[in-house]
């Protein structure tokens, strides 16, 4: 017997999971539903003249990802903090690899998928009115050109190119920050949300006096750009000259920092995990 | 079967299994005795692969609990005392749980829930607690496990479904499976184990077979006041006093668990000595 990974019996999971999710999955997903048709209603008793311009559509949609996603996370393990219900999650007789990735399967890809058609779902309609609306009631005077539809806005490719790199920023971000609350759900026994969010802010807080902190430590005629560029000056008049790491090393540490860190939450969340006890 | 050595456990610092050694064998239910936070719970949860030991060491056959493979999980089911049912029909629970326990018994799960008179269409979250315990033990007892473990079983049964209880485990027994029961409730166990196992301060303070405290101990009723001062234990009851004494005359009498029980409570060293004779 494998006792690492078995596909049939991380499927038997997935299909477990869902048969005892299902119905307060389908609640939630009308709940959110319910909350964007409002947020989508009051854009456009707001905002007359371009309703669900793309800007709206980014933020309506990466906001909703970011917070519920981050929600959903810090429950997808939420069941070990329960004794009665984390006996029988961890009685169950799947490693701790598949019970993972079956968290990982729904929280990561099933609600981004989810979420993202449920988004498209009201979209379409939503553009499709403001478009109408646009021309019938705010195209004025009408021999001036036709205002553009306000287009649908596409989450993973878009003519912008401004918004390419804001696209991949949004999903890197809410990665990260999905899996420290996935981690955080397994680390917390309760109130994973509020402690992983409070545990979060004293990082940041860390992260940023450590970055301000850092010049100080440099040589005197050091300055900091960057993580990986420093500026030296010399002279008189001072003259600045770069120091630079290679940039094959720059792009893969920068690579790393940037796309390692859900990789690295998500390992992390696999021994705490194996390490779970069943107290009290 | 299951070889525990040297197990100890704390809470944070409070120690509760202090140096525990027990061995359990197939073909036995073994009753776990011991007064409340006695370490019996915490020991059936180190044995299940939810609580690993600080110190010590616990096989069963080539697994490791707190690794908590799958292949050792498929062998062992705990009923805690404090259990969860997902929220659905007990057929879907059946159709998506069991296919976890290649030994599942369909047969077995359907002649369990009948004889604990269980309906069979409903939601799992729509029983009573008690039918909710019943239909647990009798998913517990179809999976095939070679080694079930039970906190408390008959808590929250009503005297009916006490006494199905003990018909559905003696007939559940064979010669590969082992069964260890704990409970407050002596009375609930008596007709239905083979051995005792009394636990006290995070230490088996008594383990003997049924069968080698019968022939040890005498369990019997005196009016005669000089018979006291001898007994190992003795209590005042309605008619007469109740008394727990060495047998050396090799009578038989029905081993009385709750009178063993005090006794070794209050005795233990004296107790421990009549089977080391």
Request: aromatic share 14%; net charge positive.
């Amino acid at each position: 017997m494998n006792n690492h990974f078995n596909l049939n019996r991380w499927w038997m999971l997935v299909t477990l999971h869902w048969v005892e999710n299902r119905r307060r999955y389908v609640l939630s997903l009308l709940a959110i539903a319910g909350a964007m048709i409002a947020i989508i209603g009051f854009i456009f008793a707001n905002d007359r003249h371009r309703p669900m311009s793309q800007n709206y559509q980014f933020g309506l949609y990466y906001t909703g990802l970011c917070l519920i996603g981050c929600f959903y996370g810090s429950l997808i393990f939420a069941e070990l903090g329960r004794k009665r219900e984390a006996t029988l999650y961890l009685s169950l007789p799947a490693s701790q690899l598949e019970k993972l990735l079956c968290g990982l399967f729904y929280g990561v890809i099933g609600f981004f998928v989810a979420y993202s058609l449920l988004f498209y779902l009201l979209d379409l309609p939503a553009t499709k009115i403001a478009d109408h609306l646009i021309i019938k009631y705010y195209w004025k005077p009408r021999n001036t050109p036709r205002p553009e539809p306000v287009g649908i806005y596409n989450i993973l490719t878009s003519s912008d190119e401004y918004r390419v790199k804001d696209t991949i920023a949004a999903l890197v971000i809410y990665q990260v920050l999905q899996s420290t609350y996935i981690l955080g759900s397994i680390y917390f026994s309760r109130y994973s949300f509020v402690k992983t969010t409070l545990a979060m802010l004293v990082l940041f807080l860390l992260g940023f006096l450590f970055l301000t902190n850092l010049p100080r430590a440099l040589p005197a005629n050091f300055d900091l750009d960057n993580l990986f560029r420093w500026r030296r000056h010399s002279g008189n008049p001072p003259e600045h000259e770069w120091v630079l790491f290679p940039a094959w090393l720059e792009n893969l540490l920068t690579g790393i920092i940037t796309y390692s860190l859900p990789l690295l939450f998500w390992f992390v969340s696999l021994v705490r995990l194996k390490e779970k006890e069943v107290q009290g | 079967m299951i070889t525990i050595q040297d197990l100890h456990y704390s809470y944070r610092r409070k120690p509760v299994l202090d140096g525990l050694n027990l061995n359990l064998q197939p073909g036995y239910i073994y009753g776990l005795l011991g007064k409340n936070g006695a370490g019996k719970s915490t020991l059936l949860k180190n044995m299940a692969g939810l609580l690993f030991p600080r110190q010590g060491q616990i096989h069963f056959g080539k697994y490791i609990p707190g690794r908590r493979d799958p292949g050792f999980l498929q062998q062992i089911f705990l009923v805690p005392e404090e259990f969860h049912v997902p929220p659905i029909r007990i057929g879907e629970w059946v159709r998506y749980q069991s296919p976890f326990y290649p030994r599942w018994s369909t047969e077995m799960f359907n002649r369990t829930l009948k004889e604990f008179e269980i309906p069979e269409d409903m939601r799992l979250s729509e029983l009573s607690f008690g039918q909710q315990k019943k239909a647990y033990i009798s998913f517990a007892l179809s999976t095939g496990a070679s080694t079930l473990l039970m906190d408390e079983p008959t808590n929250g049964l009503d005297i009916t479904s006490k006494s199905q209880f003990r018909k559905v485990i003696a007939g559940s027994l064979d010669e590969q499976k082992c069964i260890m029961i704990s409970t407050h409730q002596v009375k609930d166990l008596e007709n239905l184990i083979d051995r005792i196992t009394i636990l006290d301060q995070g230490k088996i303070l008594f383990d003997e077979s049924l069968d080698s405290i019968s022939r040890k101990l005498h369990f019997g009723v005196t009016y005669d006041p000089q018979d006291i001062p001898g007994a190992l234990y003795s209590e005042p009851a309605l008619k007469g006093t109740t008394l727990v004494t060495a047998n050396t005359n090799g009578e038989d009498s029905r081993p009385d668990l709750e009178m063993l029980y005090k006794a070794v409570m209050q005795q233990p060293q004296r107790l421990n000595a009549v089977f080391k004779n």
